[in-house]
């Protein structure tokens, strides 16, 4: 499906799909992403998917698909906004990608129509964390805290 524009008016008992892109440090479970969106009123059979990576690793991008229930005068960008609100936290940040009629969402750089598994780019942030946690690992099993306190004296 291609993406509908954030402007369109949606249609009652209609399955949707908003891709939300992870741009934070934190990505929170899928458990709690849905109990966070069961409170907006006009949405029901809240699933939710992760897409990219490779088997759930370094994916990046939820897929929240929905049933509108509201009376039709809510547009994409009503139903959007809500759903970032309950997405963002205080280390968990989200972009909005884009938004399809249907139980597909739509591709971004790393996944395909289907949502297929790719080895995406790695962003600076998990390089970065991965290179302080190998850092981390071998100042310890070198002895590294030994050293340190033997170098201040103790």
Do not use: C
């Not at 908003?18 to 899928?30: I, V």
């Not at 759930?56 to 609100?85: C, E, K, R």
């Not at 302080?132 to 030994?146: C, E, K, R, T």
């Amino acid at each position: 499906m291609s993406a509908i524009d954030v402007s369109t008016f949606l249609k009652r008992g209609v399955r949707y799909t908003a891709s939300f892109k992870s741009t934070g440090w934190y990505r929170p479970q899928l458990d709690t992403v849905t109990s966070e969106l069961q409170f907006i009123p006009t949405i029901t059979n809240i699933q939710i998917k992760l897409v990219g990576g490779v088997f759930g690793f370094f994916a990046d991008q939820f897929d929240v698909t929905f049933t509108y229930t509201g009376d039709g005068s809510d547009t994409a960008a009503n139903i959007i906004q809500p759903m970032l609100d309950a997405l963002n936290g205080v280390l968990a940040s989200f972009d909005f990608v884009g938004i399809t009629s249907g139980d597909t969402g739509v591709p971004t750089e790393g996944t395909d129509a289907g949502g297929g598994a790719h080895i995406p780019e790695i962003s600076t942030t998990t390089i970065a964390l991965v290179v302080v946690g190998i850092a981390l690992v071998v100042f310890l099993v070198s002895g590294g805290p030994s050293l340190v306190r033997g170098a201040s004296g103790a």
